[in-house]
């Protein structure tokens, strides 16, 4: 058994501090913040296969022009990051030619297709499997024109085995009485979930991980040591750490650690925000999306959550909570009757690379170091596959896929 220390207790350290625990592993994660509190906190609570669509898809640069003139548009750029952000826009447009969009779908289904299959056994053991629900959801289209504007993505979901039944504005109005008649077309994917509240999910893997004999440390990272056969100590607010082998978990902050180890890769803080409406009156049977305006309306325990938006403006930036308004603007679109009072805005990080793959697999110059982030819009459903996939690696079994799509040095 080894001696293991993961950086970073977002859902994606935690779900991996539970898998190499569940093999017997002596395992410490590392976190300047208590578990679950960064970005895995306030996303969308989505658990679907079906996000295996890339973001970069082919078209999207015609339509950049569009969304960021549109004052409720998905996109913001602030423009004094803009040359920071430039290397890796390029990378994105040149991952949507559609051989990569293709490659890229693969490789996403591969790792996504097994989302509730590697978390429910975490969940259970958690004794919280009540907040994974497989309902379904739908995402809707003003027009027709619009919808068959994304025919490829559909197709590409198809063509991976994703349940996606169009529906008519009856048939949306059927599943989701609550949904202003304002949409012509959608989408029912019957087989996909959502998590109803992920900060709470993230928690209680983490408590049920130092139950089972795993420890989790409040400190920062500042720096790693690095000898001749890879890392052998972090430095920390609290002192220095020896490690022995280490798993880069950090999100967003991963790219510093990463370049250190001689892995360079472009990652982006793509921030995105929410609104949780804590006391709605609004009765959702299932997630809603809207496709144009990018967004997910996600019925959690704690209230109704709208999220989406795509912020380039660096890790530190304050929040523009104007984009937080936006949202407010688009949910009262789709129900007017919500009722606002009581809610609570955030904003988060996702940690995102540019053809939409996480970074997954051993670290190039060193045996003793491991990789899982880079995970962008679907963290949480690739959190759990992601974990069980370094215990193998760590454990010395192979992988049940094929990992070499999320290889660190891929770019
Ligand atoms: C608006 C929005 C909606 C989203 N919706 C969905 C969705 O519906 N479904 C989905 O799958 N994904 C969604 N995502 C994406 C998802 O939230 C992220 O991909 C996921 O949370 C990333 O998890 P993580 O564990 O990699 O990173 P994080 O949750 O960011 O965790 C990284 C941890 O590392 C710690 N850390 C960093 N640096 C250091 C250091 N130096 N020392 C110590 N600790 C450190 C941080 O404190 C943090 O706790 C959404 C994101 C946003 C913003």
Known sequence: M???????????????AAYLRRDGHEVTVVDKLP????????NAGILSPGSCVPIAM??????????????VGPLKVRWSYFPQALPWLFRFVTSTRLSRIESAADALSSLLSQTFDAHRPLAQNAGCSDMIRQTGYIVVYDTDEAYRKDALAWKLRRDRGVVCNAIDAAEIHWLVPAL?????RGVHLPEQGYVTNPERLTKTLARQFQKDGGTILQREVLDIEIGAQGPTALVTDAGRMEVETLVLCAGVHSGKFSAKLGDAVPLEAERGYHVTFSDPELELPMPVASAQNKLFVTPMEMGTRIAGQSEFAGIDAAPDYGRADVLVQHMKRMFPQVREAESTRWMGRRPSMPDSKPVIGRATKYANTYYAFGHGHVGLVGSAPTGRIIADLIGGRTPNIDISPFRVDRF
Do not use: F, Q, W
């Open 2 to 16: 080894k001696k293991i220390t993961i950086i970073g207790a977002g859902i994606v350290g935690i779900a991996t």
């Open 35 to 42: 578990p679950g509190e960064y970005t895995s906190s306030g």
């Open 58 to 71: 082919p078209g999207i640069l015609g339509k950049v022009p569009g969304y960021l003139s549109d004052p």
């Open 180 to 184: 202003a008649r304002n949409y012509a």
